[in-house]
């Protein structure tokens, strides 16, 4: 194994080429890897439960980091990456995982510390004021029962004028519990008021039957941090408009609570073009009815074409406990194929934003292919039900969905 490490080691990173493990030393070598892949999360106030910046906060924690790096669990990118290449894609070359592993081997050597180094590690870059923090109402306690709990929230945005967003982020108030949440946009403001709604309530099917603006203006999860639109584009967000919030809060035996927030950053300069989205969902599958029988592993699949042409800007692919697989691509009128997204190891726990390197041009005439496998068998051990019970269409996590919300821009000369 030693061995295989070495010559790995040999053919990716030119830079630990003649060193022996001994010489591998926390600010040449190891740091500049955890602040690039690691550090963008595990900072304070981001999602990640520690900080990952300091020798100290590394070395503590070394046979873990070596743990998670090498079974690729750390940094989390559930999408192929060999199928389509994204802009905020992560992840680390095994030259790097394997000079994690000389380091600790060689008994973690600080080397020295330069000034410089410690000066890269200010993260200005990534935070600026945002324009407007809707924070939830109150702190919603979670009873500790030990049970999953999801919650419906209103959060009124109260703008008196238009606004377009360039960046949002989500912040979870209680990082331990917050499993994940869902970011829709609603104005017709019928969904006031609603201040921690169980999903279980009737009342969720009549809000289900609202035409939202937004759908899923943002899927989070913990990793799925801050997105940004492109240069020059953002997000409509329409006056006097509600943010509808979905909470999904992991079982838990202890009380406490939690008060997340959004927040948003609007454009400075005149927007010339507005980011839209539009999901491939249940309704679209030419395979329906969509009921998941129990005991099968059954495959749905959606094609819809699309009558104008678009540049593509991201993609979030939505599917809950037993999806499997998913894939998606489009076949354009010359018969060309142009990837969007594979995942093989569908994880409900990671499901994020993908955006293109650069806008994919999709011709009018195109034709959306959605591939979305699931498996509702008693050996799936992410099966909510034990023994297994046919599953549908729903909101509610033990339910299930087959989405694909794609974030566009109508097509401009030049985008390609
Ligand atoms: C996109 C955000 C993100 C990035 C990038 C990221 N992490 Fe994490 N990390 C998280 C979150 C969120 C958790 C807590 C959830 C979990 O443990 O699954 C976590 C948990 C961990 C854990 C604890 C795992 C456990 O089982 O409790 C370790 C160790 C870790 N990260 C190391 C790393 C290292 C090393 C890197 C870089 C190579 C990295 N992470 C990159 C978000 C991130």
């Known amino acids: 194994m030693q061995r295989l490490l070495f010559l790995l080691l040999f053919l990716s990173v030119p830079v630990a080429l003649a060193q022996s493990p001994g010489e591998?030393?926390?600010?040449?070598?190891?740091?500049?890897?955890?602040?690039?892949?690691?550090?963008?999360?595990?900072?304070?106030?981001?999602?990640?439960?520690?900080?990952?910046?300091?020798?100290?906060?590394?070395?503590?924690?070394?046979?873990?980091?070596?743990k998670v790096t090498q079974s690729r669990y750390m940094p989390p990118f559930p999408a192929d990456r060999s199928f389509q290449s994204y802009l905020n894609e992560r992840s680390l070359t095994v030259g790097e995982i394997a000079t994690i592993?000389?380091?600790?081997?060689?008994?973690?050597?600080?080397?020295?510390?330069?000034?410089?180094l410690i000066e890269e590690i200010n993260f200005q870059a990534y935070e600026t004021r945002p324009d407007l923090v809707l924070k939830m109402q109150k702190p919603y306690l979670i009873t500790g029962d030990n049970t999953e709990d999801f919650r419906f929230f209103s959060l009124p945005t109260n703008l008196s004028q238009d606004q377009y967003i360039t960046s949002i982020e989500f912040?979870?108030?209680?990082?331990?519990?917050?499993?994940?949440?869902?970011?829709?946009?609603?104005t017709t403001n019928q969904i006031r008021g609603i201040d921690g709604l169980a999903e279980t309530d009737p009342k969720v099917a009549e809000f289900q039957r609202i035409a939202l603006k937004e759908e899923f203006l943002y899927g989070w999860v913990p990793g799925n941090d801050r997105i940004y639109f492109p240069q020059g584009t953002g997000v409509k967000l329409n006056a006097h408009s509600d943010f509808i919030l979905n909470m999904h809060y992991a079982p838990s035996p202890v009380r406490s609570s939690d008060q997340s927030e959004i927040r948003l950053y609007f454009a400075r300069d005149k927007?010339?073009?507005?980011?839209?989205?539009?999901?491939?969902?249940?309704?679209?599958?030419?395979?329906?009815?969509?009921?998941?029988?129990?005991?099968?592993?059954?495959?749905?699949?959606?094609?819809?074409?699309?009558?104008?042409?678009?540049?593509?800007?991201?993609?979030l692919p939505h599917m809950?406990?037993?999806?499997?697989?998913?894939?998606?691509?489009?076949?354009?009128?010359?018969?060309?194929?142009?990837?969007?997204?594979?995942?093989?190891n569908w994880d409900f726990n990671w499901q994020m934003t993908y955006q293109f390197r650069k806008l994919l041009k999709v011709p009018a005439g195109s034709t959306f292919i959605v591939e979305a496998t699931y498996d509702n068998s008693a050996e799936n051990p992410e099966n909510p039900f034990g023994p297994p019970r046919d599953i549908t269409y729903g909101w509610g996590t033990n339910d299930e969905m087959l989405n694909l919300v794609l974030y566009y821009l109508d097509y401009q000369e030049g985008d390609e």
């Open 101 to 116: 592993q000389l380091w600790i081997e060689g008994g973690m050597k600080e080397g020295t510390k330069k000034k410089e």
């Open 271 to 315: 927007v010339e073009r507005e980011v839209k989205n539009f999901t491939l969902r249940e309704n679209d599958i030419s395979n329906k009815p969509f009921i998941i029988k129990a005991g099968e592993k059954p495959t749905f699949y959606i094609s819809k074409k699309i009558d104008k042409t678009v540049s593509l800007v991201s993609v």
């Open 320 to 344: 809950h406990l037993i999806g499997k697989r998913f894939r998606a691509f489009v076949i354009t009128p010359a018969g060309e194929v142009i990837n969007l997204v594979k995942i093989d």
């Open 24 to 66: 591998i030393n926390f600010y040449d070598h190891i740091a500049p890897i955890i602040h690039k892949n690691c550090t963008p999360c595990h900072q304070p106030d981001k999602s990640a439960p520690f900080s990952l910046i300091t020798y100290e906060d590394v070395s503590k924690r070394a046979r873990f980091i070596r």
């Open 171 to 186: 912040a979870a108030g209680n990082k331990k519990l917050v499993h994940h949440s869902r970011l829709m946009v609603d």
